[in-house]
């Protein structure tokens, strides 16, 4: 079988920063720090490629990598490209065999481009996929734990030299609170190389294409800033996506507890939407959203806060009062939406006692 | 070279279980479940042997083992010999290596039959020492930490089936830091086997024949309980020891924080003491005896609380009110009270402000 791995050129990294932190529904971290890496990397005459999740062969093995821990905290204990390939391999050291491949445990936010990271040092291939085609806070809200793949091993590492490794645990909620208690006692930030998968795994549970997806809607949302037309319609075009609210931050309430990032946004209308008012609720990303206390749109759902002007997106960590914001939703991989899928990222598991409605489903009436 | 490796006949054990819980100075878990479980594997025909810590091969791996967390938990989870054996065999599947041997961390409490719970399954000798000489709350409480060895790796093993390796840290504090975490998220008791050792070091750096020692000093207690002699005279006589305090316990203040047993002792004078009133604090062991508000006795001299009657060691988490009891204190090994040692065992590593001054220690005065 010929492998196609495609190189992937410094431009189509600037677009993925910006696609993949819409994506991330205000978490994942900014991919700002990640892509300073990047084109430093680039800099020195590194390069790196994408391969077609397809492309993988049933035993290879794939790396899983994400920087776990609380948002805020990356704007003070910034992104180093070598600790994340460091996770990587401990993992290699650990398994006793060197991977294929790196991909995205979450396209969202800077975890977008966590694996490229990776990559670039360690000389192999990201897949073009990831398993949330989102991002989320917890090790069980993925594709790979909604289909009961083996949620370990996991291996952590900080960047003063400490390392740990999640040999076992008996559930995926079991991986998420050993885990999180590990990165807590870090910094509530480490570089981490989730369980390894098989090539087949990829193929049957990984949420494909979605690098290629976030550097799509990167593109559509630089190409509308530079020809002044509306970036926010360009992305609800790119992605199917649906207007919220339009508005003005008013407040912003925010700790940092337990290794996330958690809180609750006020946006007072604007426009169209003058007079109402939209809270959004976050741990890490943003998770339920209540039109004058109502509930419109919820996990898994994508709910994404965008600069009014730019397209961009805002993340938790840097929402502020006054900020002029439009609110739009987009689709969650179909997967996330199953009764199985639901149980690991519907609004329950989250703790709201809400029923989850995707705002894309047809209703009663029509 | 022969190896002498002596069979430990179950009555040595129930000795041991006495002796170990009196150096345990109040911590290191009650070892009567550990006695417990070393009655039924004998019962079952298996027998551990003692091994001389000058018969190891410089390069002999040994396992160094115990039960992690906060005392009171013991109580209620109680002591499984396979999962100690599990942590050990976790570490021969991440080092890639056999132990020749196993030993205690500390020779205090439950801890002391640790390594012979462990043995028995692995079928294995125990080496007869620890690094403590005694039982201590901290990682970096040891003397393997005072000669600046390498604290990594530790595995962790719980009840449920959850495990976990720490694979690297930078030094002794943070091993303490990162795998008190995961150990309180298991439950805050977890079966753990330390960074492991080689013939070599255990030769330079253990406390040696402790488990001889501890055996020595339970056979001492139960000799004269059978007399109907003074159990306390006869620790005072086997150890060297010295009278601190006798009264009635008439205030215990405790809290299960941190992964530790935390609190106060309150006992009010009785006889010679009459009229005084000696308060301790704890951090799963004994840490600072105040007579009258005075310091008396300070870690690293054991400070430790006996049955008036039975002689027999009273934990910090089975301590209660109305209770008669003698307080004694037994000397240190000689390592943990050199400065070093006392930078990380004396006063102040535990955040009292206050100087070390062994009660061993001849007075300016004499």
Redesign the interface.
Known sequence: MTVRTTPIPLEDIESLAVGAWILGTGGGGSPYLGLLNMRQLYAEGRQVSLMDPFDLADDDDVAVVSNMGAPLVGQERLTDSRTVARAVE?MER?QGRKFRAVMSLEIGGGNAIQPLMAAAHLGIPVVDADCMGRAFPEAQMTSFAIGDLQPWPL?MADC???????????TWK?ME??SR??C???GSVASTCKAPRTGREVKDWAIHHTTTKAIGLGRAVRAAQRRHSDPIAAILEAEGGLRLFAGKVSDIARRTTEGFLRGTATIEGLDGDRGARMEIAFQNEWAVAWRDGVPVATVPDLICVLDAVTGEAIGTETLRYGQRVAVVALPAPPILMTPKGLEHVGPRAFGYDIEFRSVFAPTAAE
């Open positions: 401990i650990y291996s003063r030299g400490q390392e740990v490794i999640v040999a076992r645990v008996t079991w609170r050993v208690k590990a807590v006692e870090l």
